[in-house]
């Protein structure tokens, strides 16, 4: 699946000292000077919109900051020596990346307000801190449902046990009539009554015959006619004309304080889907002899010019008279056909559904 990259937006970190949301690419806090701690994750920001400072999109690019190994204080990707101690960053961690953020939520155009959890005061969405007490913004963990609030009360199963148990007790009856017939043998005498025996030979002729298919997949010699795009298939690589699928944007952390925006895109492809007319062999008549008598014969085949034979067909069938009426039996070929001599007696065996299961001679 490709990923099409949309841009990079900036995260934020709370710093664990003083509370203060601070944004990705600022590598202390804003508010007490704190280095972020190496644990200390990264989140969305309140408002993502994608960058455009050409510095930050360097700065994400880069890849992974490196904290020191002496003080801790994070540095970009590419430093050789720590910002705050001068520290050699060779033995230094990385900070992780390819973590998915979340989803990416494109900025509705209208500011959001947020409220101190200090103080109660408002303040713009894009604020650190309060305008009015200089707390930190961090967003407000979810309420939890008021104490009075009565609990939800549990669904009662019994019903759907005592349904459950119907429906499988049903379905086990069914299950056990069904085999017991299946399995049921009931031997009756038959004679037999009448024989009958068909043979024919299809008469082949080249006829046009309109089908449809994918251009690619028309026969050569066809006639090609009106075609229109259709859908073919889906796949993960782009091609000329592909209608590109993407899914919901999300975010992937670079280690750098930012996030790139990608989607995971596919591409269907469609193909002219097209009429055409070729000639096919077909039957166009049929020779056809049959009798009742143990003496089948193939009919005689006038062809003209154009024709050649299809393939042969024959068909037998033998009714026995029996106490519970007529059975019609059908035999492979004209070997076992020719056994069954009008008047003669056959041991039959049928299940429990009436239907014939072997002929022995008595």
Known sequence: MTQKSLGYVELEWNCPKCGTPNPGGQRTCTNCGAPQPKDVEFQPARRQELLTDQSKIEQARKGADIHCPYCGTRNPADAAICSQCGGDLQGGEKRISGRVVGAYQAPSGVEQQVTCPNCGALNSEMNKTCVRCGAG???????????????????????????????????????AIFLLNLSRRDSLMGTVAE?????????????????????????????????????HHIQDTPAEGAVEVCGTPYTRETGS?????????????????????????????????????????????????????????????VIFQTEQGQIRYAPPDEASFRRFSPGSEWMLTLNGFGELISVEGK
């Open 137 to 175: 913004l961090v967003l407000a963990a979810p309420q939890k449902l008021p104490t009075g609030t009565a609990p939800r009360q549990p669904i009662n199963r019994m019903w759907v046990y005592i349904g459950v148990a119907v429906v499988g007790l049903l379905t086990f009856v069914c299950l």
């Open 195 to 231: 024989v009958h025996w068909m043979r024919s030979i299809p008469i082949l002729a080249l006829v046009e015959v309109q089908r449809e298919a994918f251009i690619d997949e028309i026969p050569a010699g066809a006639q090609v006619g009106q075609c229109q795009p259709r859908y």
């Open 257 to 317: 304080g930012y996030a790139e925006v990608v989607q995971d895109c596919q591409y269907e492809v469609y193909q002219d889907y097209c009429e055409y007319i070729v000639q096919e062999w077909r039957a166009v008549d049929q020779a056809v002899l049959q009798g009742h008598d143990l003496n089948p014969r193939w009919p005689q085949v006038q062809l003209s010019q154009g024709q050649q034979q299809g393939e042969p067909q024959e068909t037998y069938t």
